[in-house]
């Protein structure tokens, strides 16, 4: 594609919002090792979307950057996740090229109108304009500050009680696209640290999804296991976040260890060198 043909924002686009065009749920896998080899490999897997997590992961701008690339031709659709509802923070990974954002720990409607404000140009918001940045391909897509708003997408995070209660405002804010419940920080709002699949988490959580379908936004969650997750999926939730990369890999590195060591030991004690070791 030559530079002359790059004029509209329909080449940019956002993938997320076209995934959740599809009418269906979406299949997701959370990705915190902050590594692009493991998110190139993950891109091939057949997940709908892929969260590049900048809260609980050592991920710095420039990792996001590099993991945007990454993802840059494939068909997975990448979410970054910001430390915070920062304006600044904000700023900076939209002028990255990071277009779908989901914000950690929002909980009111104050709080979601800042970050749609923090996003979107003036007059609609106050986000700092900058002519030569990745996300307009270094000033080469002439109409960028024109149709840039409209190419974002932004989810918030419903992980306290607080927000529980305030699901309906929070939803009700222009440019909020989507919402997304954080189930083990709603357990430890709730009293229930450490058991992101207490009967009373997941209850609020299908209230607040509910709530958030009725507004008429898009209801996405993490599942703690694979039992919740076919359950979220089958009661119609947008989007579900199934796996992660750290599970995959720790969980299978443990099962694997286990499996091995435990049939080495079992050879060793039936073989000539374990009995003479322990004559």
Not at 36 to 61: N, V
Not at 102 to 126: C, F, N, S, T
Not at 153 to 171: D, K, M, P, S
Request: hydrophobic fraction near 45%.
């Amino acid at each position: 594609m030559t530079v002359e043909a790059l004029g509209t924002a329909d080449r940019v686009g956002n993938p997320f919002r076209r995934a959740v065009g599809l009418g269906r749920p979406l299949v997701g896998i959370w990705s915190m090792l902050n590594s692009s080899h493991a998110i190139e490999g993950l891109a091939y897997s057949g997940f709908d979307w892929i969260l590049i997590d900048g809260e609980h992961a050592p991920l710095t701008l420039a990792d996001a950057m590099s993991h945007l690339r990454t993802l840059e031709d494939k068909a997975i659709a990448p979410i970054v996740r910001l430390p915070w509802n920062d304006s600044v923070l904000m700023k900076q990974y939209l002028d990255a090229g990071a277009r779908t954002v989901m914000l950690p720990m929002i909980q009111d409607k104050e709080e979601a109108a800042q970050a749609v404000a923090a996003m979107r140009y003036p007059p609609r918001g106050h986000r700092g304009v900058a002519l030569m940045q990745r996300a307009s391909r270094y000033g080469r897509i002439k109409d960028y500050l024109q149709h840039a708003d409209g190419d974002l997408f932004l989810i918030v995070q419903i992980e306290t009680g607080r927000a529980l209660r305030n699901i309906q405002e929070i939803a009700a804010v222009d440019g909020v696209d989507a919402l997304f419940f954080g189930p083990a920080d709603l357990a430890a709002s709730m009293g229930h640290i450490g058991q992101p699949d207490h009967p009373e988490v997941m209850t609020a959580i299908a209230e607040g999804h509910e709530t958030t379908r009725r507004a008429g936004k898009v209801a996405g969650v993490l599942a703690p296991n694979a039992e919740v997750a076919e359950r979220h999926l089958q009661a119609g939730f947008g989007f579900v976040s199934v796996t992660s990369d750290c599970a995959l890999l720790f969980n299978g590195a443990d099962a694997t260890a286990q499996r091995f060591k435990a049939l080495a030991a079992q050879n060793t004690a039936a073989s000539p060198e374990g009995h003479r070791h322990h004559g």
